[in-house]
């Protein structure tokens, strides 16, 4: 196709490889509307961070996933998990940790590192209609989190803290939007 040229180069890698994880996770949910703030980051009292989203009727997670959104590295680095059931759902999951009836499709992000920019996902469906969620994050984001907060998405923004309990009430609003 004239025009049309796939990088060789670190960028373009990064670019192929992160198209065909959109293809799959589109593919594996059906045609998905726009990522919503279903998908929030919190750090918990021992500095472990966990992947939260709220009590939707009708939702499942398909995936979870965290991948390392950094221009500079040659490869996709991400982990990612799958709920193999689809009939039962995690309405939170710690990051490098695969709960019971999940399974690990991909584990080669390294420890979550200072100044790396990190994109958290999951892709979930609502009574049979598909719903995406993201939100970017740091560390350093994260470690400035007060008490009661979480770190969601705030569009082309970037992202931005905000309280766990709004976190809940808004995310099941739009998870009623579907």
Request: aromatic fraction near 6%; charge should be negative.
């Amino acid at each position: 196709m004239a025009g049309l040229a796939v990088g060789t180069g670190a960028v373009g890698r990064r670019a192929l490889g992160a198209g065909i994880l959109l293809a799959l996770a589109w593919l594996g949910t059906g045609c998905s509307p726009a990522p919503q703030a279903v998908i929030a980051v919190e750090r918990e009292s021992g500095g472990t961070l966990r992947l939260l989203t709220p009590d939707c009727p009708g939702m499942v997670i398909g995936d979870y996933s965290v991948i390392r959104d950094d221009e500079h590295d040659a490869e996709l680095r991400n982990w990612a998990i799958h709920n193999t059931s689809w009939t039962q759902s995690l309405g939170s999951v710690r990051i490098f940790e695969v709960p019971k009836g999940w399974k690990a499709y991909a584990d080669d992000l390294d420890p979550l590192a200072k100044g790396i920019p990190y994109m958290a996902t999951m892709d979930a469906s609502v009574s049979g209609k598909g719903l995406e969620g993201n939100v970017p994050f740091t560390l350093d984001q994260v470690g400035k989190l007060k008490s009661g907060e979480v770190l969601v998405s705030d569009g082309d923004k970037g992202s931005k803290a905000v309280s766990r309990a709004d976190f809940l009430r808004d995310g099941k609003k739009a998870c009623g939007s579907v």
